[in-house]
T-cell receptor, first 112, second 113 residues
């Protein structure tokens, strides 16, 4: 059974700081790894998707990397802003399956 | 193009009551999913469907039933609600391409008293 872990569960940083969110997984047979953002009381918004043949994806101030051999993905947020405050979830599809396995999320607070 | 919609947005039930949550998607996706999210936890898969007329169990299927009579709709039923089913329920759909994300609905908050 695949497991996806996100540490820390919560993170508080001052505005302007660059930060890294971590995601680890136990199964190297990963087909894609996705990062989602969830605002309080809202649904999930897809941020970045990395296919197994890729090593990273970038969108604006966000950069996500994937290292299958070590079972790790990171989400890098540059020059953080209070509007980045949200819960960030990583999830992967493994073994040519058809379902996402989610981590528990990291709740990020960016203080003005 | 509404994406994925869920009905209702919020519901309060008494223990033992039944209800059905409706998910609809307009992207012609084959795959649809029901997840639940509890405080401090990620999403856990309840049931899913790989096409019209098919359903399969996920990680936490007990106490729930589903039906996919039409490709665009996926229904989640609670026959006899229990307080442990208090949660936020999310529906998602997927077009089966690994370079494409799953699309999520806005969620249904369910409180079982």
């Amino acid at each position: 059974k695949q497991e996806v872990t996100q540490i820390p569960a919560a993170l508080s940083v001052p505005e302007g700081e660059n930060l890294v969110l971590n995601c680890s997984f136990t199964d190297s047979a990963i087909y894609n790894l996705q990062w989602f953002r969830q605002d309080p009381g809202k649904g999930l918004t897809s941020l970045l998707l990395i296919q197994s043949s890729q090593r990273e994806q970038t969108s604006g101030r966000l950069n996500a990397s994937l290292d299958k051999s070590s079972g790790r993905s990171t989400l890098y947020i540059a020059a953080s802003q209070p509007g980045d405050s949200a819960t960030y979830l990583c999830a992967g599809i493994f073994n040519a399956g058809n379902m996402l396995t989610f981590g528990g999320g990291t709740r990020l607070m960016v203080k003005p | 193009n509404a994406g994925v919609t869920q009905t209702p947005k919020f519901r309060v039930l008494k223990t033992g009551q039944s209800m059905t949550l409706l998910c609809a998607q307009d992207m012609n996706h084959e795959y649809m999913y029901w997840y639940r999210q509890d405080p401090g936890m990620g999403l856990r898969l309840i049931h899913y469907s790989v096409g019209e007329g098919t359903t399969a169990k996920g990680e936490v299927p007990d106490g729930y039933n589903v039906s996919r009579l039409k490709k665009q709709n996926f229904l989640l039923g609670l026959e006899s609600a229990a307080p442990s089913q208090t949660s936020v329920y999310f529906c998602a759909s997927w077009g089966t391409e690994y370079q494409e994300t799953q699309y999520f609905g806005p969620g249904t908050r369910l409180l079982v008293l």
